[in-house]
């Protein structure tokens, strides 16, 4: 069976597209610009812009399994090219926040639009809303180089982070055996942490003396909103500041859907510990 992995240069598809190709599993990795793009052997690089629902044409054709992003501008359209193409699998990957359903918050309304297109689409599905990623601690990297000091927006909140790379086991099971169709599943890491608790992992794995600090949260703005567009911003500040969003619970979906538990943050600073230095 033909797998499609979206997403697939990312924290999370190139987790799945090594897992699936290892299992021996046909897969095709969905990339906007091939170049400078490196796979596992086996894999098919497939160009298309998830935005463009008729560019991926090509990439869906023999496809039957979709490992999918959420959040484009046509998810309807999406599923509609994939249904056509005869896709009988799709796994797509939003977060907690689709479970709000608040449609004001625009990262909850793209979650749950996306969630809402793969339903109506009439194919079968599995929802994976993972929690806070272990991945966003290589945000700290620019202040990491400069220093020891690393300043946090919402200091105060925990979240039972998750390696993207069980994401990808959880993925890939949903994928490529049965019992998970309609299935959603709640992905959390093993323990909740706040950003003090992730920075003292990464000074002990390090070995450096690292310091954590709150940024306030107009510093926490700018700073967030250098990056990303005004209204996730807010999206964000709503989640965390006003508490809309609680990732703090850890839940033993990854051990029950995988048969393993999940990765501690210490594993994941261990394995990308190059990155930091
Ligand atoms: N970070 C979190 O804490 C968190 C929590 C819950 C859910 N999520 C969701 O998880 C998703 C995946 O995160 P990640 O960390 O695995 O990915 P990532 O490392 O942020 O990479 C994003 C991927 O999306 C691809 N992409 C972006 N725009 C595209 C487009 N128009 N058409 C096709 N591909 C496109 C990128 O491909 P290129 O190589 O072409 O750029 C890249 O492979 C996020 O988008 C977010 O919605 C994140």
């Known amino acids: 069976m033909m797998i499609l992995v979206t997403g697939a240069t990312g924290n999370t598809g190139s987790a799945l597209v090594s897992r699936l190709a290892q299992a021996g599993q046909q897969v095709r990795a969905l990339v906007r610009d091939p170049a400078g793009v490196t796979l596992p052997p086996g894999v098919q690089p497939v160009t298309g812009d998830l935005n463009r629902p008729d560019s991926l ?23 509609a090219r994939m249904r056509e193409a005869g896709v009988r699998r799709v796994v797509l990957l939003t977060s907690g926040s689709a479970a709000l359903a608040d449609m004001s918050n625009a990262v909850s309304r793209y979650m749950t639009l996306s969630e809402r297109a793969v339903r109506e689409a009439d194919v079968p599905w599995t929802f994976l809303r993972p929690r806070a990623f272990m991945s966003n601690a290589l945000r700290w990297l620019p202040q990491l180089r400069a220093g020891d000091l690393v300043r946090v927006p919402f200091a105060g909140v925990a979240a039972a982070a998750i390696d993207p790379t069980d994401i990808a086991a959880t993925a890939a099971l949903a994928l490529t055996s049965d019992g998970h169709e309609g299935r959603i599943y ?21 070995g450096r003396d690292l310091r954590c600090e709150g940024l306030t949260d107009e510093e926490a703005r700018a700073q967030m909103e250098a990056t990303m567009p005004a209204e996730y911003v807010d999206a964000f500040f709503r989640f965390y500041a006003d508490g809309t969003l609680d990732e703090s619970q850890v839940l033993p979906t990854v051990r029950e859907v995988t048969g393993h538990p ?8 261990e394995v990308h510990a190059d990155a930091f230095r």
């Not at 979709?66 to 309807?76: I, K």
């Not at 709640?186 to 390090?206: C, F, M, N, R, Y």
């Open 57 to 79: 044409a090509d990439a869906l054709i023999g496809v039957r399994g979709v490992f999918l992003l959420p959040g484009y501008a046509d998810m309807p359209g999406l599923l």
């Open 186 to 206: 709640e992905l959390t890491g093993p323990d909740s942490l706040l950003p003090a608790d992730q920075i003292a992992v990464l000074a002990k794995v390090l």
């Open 262 to 269: 999940p990765r501690t943050f210490e594993q994941w600073a």
